[in-house]
């Protein structure tokens, strides 16, 4: 189980918490200056993400799951995975029979991966608490922005890049048009407004005044780079640097990543820690990548990379999300092994003290 509580200190905060919002702010003061530049380095903030971040903090799962389990072996560790497997393969076959259905369900699964990981990282950030609902309703609206606004502002870039998804998988994408696209995207976004409007209002009336400015200082951020970026540019940037960059919270607050202190120097050994544990699957994933880079890619440009990137994602973002809210909801089995030694510590302890007390009572006379 997570540690949640804890405050974040000024150096997670300025890296794990500003970092992303400075990082999408430039971008969009660099396309200001520079119209553009996004549309011609659109797919490289995902290829990018196949090695660093993006790609290595699903990859951790194996580590994670052998995280979770209470015998330290390899047959133990490949057994803990199975499930996690099945579910992979489960979805690779889904994906190859009907990629188009695949991908709109990896759209609202992405939105509530997203969400949950922006509303879990608020609430950490300002050590509040918030009922189930207001943090699900603030969930949902996060994740429908980042998911839908590229298809209200880029309605023909964003189809484009369906099309080229579903192509991976040899089939041909249904013929929409674009504004189609766009109207049903604005009418989410619409009611996502709604949505974060009530949550605005529900955390000023909890006195969470200052989370409810930085939800929305986040959101308008969001919004602008969805709004100025293109959108295979502006999808990727979120992803690398800004869901990706804050799971490193996740990380960090896992009892194997959390050496003391929490410097600088701690966040550079968590990111190392992350790459390093994240190669046993993440080896293999970029094998696996490259071969069908090279069977199902005519030509290796950065645009059809990326596509070929968020294809994986398709498959791999079930088993991921689905293992994270274990690791958030249950405690891994060194951390039950943990609270078994302490408390037959304090039956040790109790133990002893009844034996001390036994031994210097008073012998009665009467």
């Known amino acids: 189980m997570l540690r949640t509580s804890r405050q974040p200190d000024h150096t997670e905060q300025r890296h794990l918490y500003d970092l992303p919002l400075v990082v999408l702010t430039g971008a969009v003061l660099v396309e200001i200056v520079v119209p553009g530049v996004s549309a011609s380095l659109t797919g490289w903030p995902l290829v990018i993400s196949l090695f660093l971040i993006g790609m290595p903090h699903g990859a951790i799962d194996f580590s994670l799951t052998a995280q979770m389990t209470a015998s330290k072996t390899t047959h133990a560790y490949l057994c803990s995975f199975s499930g996690y497997a099945v579910i992979l393969l489960a979805s690779l076959a889904f994906f190859l029979m009907a990629p188009a259905t695949a991908l709109i369900l990896f759209l609202l699964l992405s939105a509530t991966h997203f969400g949950l990981a922006d509303a879990r990282s608020l609430d950490a950030r300002f050590a509040v608490a918030t009922t189930p609902w207001l943090r699900t309703l603030s969930a949902a609206t996060r994740g429908v922005f980042v998911i839908a606004l590229p298809f209200v502002f880029w309605p023909d870039e964003s189809r484009k890049v369906f099309a080229d998804i579903v192509a991976?998988?040899?089939?041909?994408?249904?013929?929409?048009?674009?504004?189609?696209?766009?109207?049903?995207?604005?009418?989410?976004?619409?009611?996502?407004?709604?949505?974060?409007?009530?949550?605005?209002?529900?955390?000023?009336?909890?006195?969470?005044?200052?989370?409810?400015?930085?939800?929305?200082?986040?959101?308008?951020?969001?919004?602008?780079?969805?709004?100025?970026?293109?959108?295979?540019?502006?999808?990727?940037?979120?992803?690398?640097?800004?869901?990706?960059?804050?799971?490193?919270?996740?990380?960090?607050?896992?009892?194997?990543?959390?050496?003391?202190?929490?410097?600088?120097?701690?966040?550079?050994?968590?990111?190392?820690?992350?790459?390093?544990?994240?190669?046993?699957?993440?080896?293999?994933?970029?094998?696996?990548?490259?071969?069908?880079?090279?069977?199902?890619?005519?030509?290796?440009?950065?645009?059809?990379?990326?596509?070929?990137?968020?294809?994986?994602?398709?498959?791999?973002?079930?088993?991921?999300?689905?293992?994270?809210?274990?690791?958030?909801?249950?405690?891994?089995?060194?951390?039950?092994?943990?609270?078994?030694?302490?408390?037959?510590?304090?039956?040790?302890?109790?133990?002893?003290?009844?034996?001390?007390?036994s031994h210097h009572a008073p012998l009665n006379t009467a």
């Open 168 to 357: 991976i998988a040899g089939h041909v994408a249904p013929t929409v048009a674009p504004a189609t696209f766009s109207s049903l995207a604005t009418v989410v976004v619409s009611f996502a407004l709604l949505s974060h409007a009530v949550v605005t209002t529900s955390r000023v009336r909890a006195g969470q005044a200052e989370a409810a400015a930085v939800e929305a200082l986040e959101t308008a951020v969001v919004w602008l780079a969805f709004f100025m970026l293109h959108p295979l540019f502006a999808t990727g940037l979120y992803f690398l640097a800004w869901h990706s960059w804050r799971h490193l919270l996740t990380l960090l607050r896992l009892e194997s990543f959390s050496p003391a202190g929490r410097t600088t120097q701690h966040l550079v050994t968590a990111i190392y820690r992350l790459h390093v544990r994240s190669l046993p699957l993440l080896l293999p994933t970029l094998g696996i990548f490259a071969a069908v880079a090279w069977w199902r890619l005519e030509v290796w440009s950065v645009d059809l990379l990326a596509a070929l990137t968020i294809a994986f994602f398709v498959v791999v973002t079930l088993p991921h999300h689905l293992l994270i809210e274990r690791l958030i909801t249950q405690p891994s089995a060194d951390e039950e092994q943990h609270e078994a030694r302490v408390a037959d510590l304090a039956v040790a302890d109790g133990k002893i003290a009844r034996d001390r007390g």
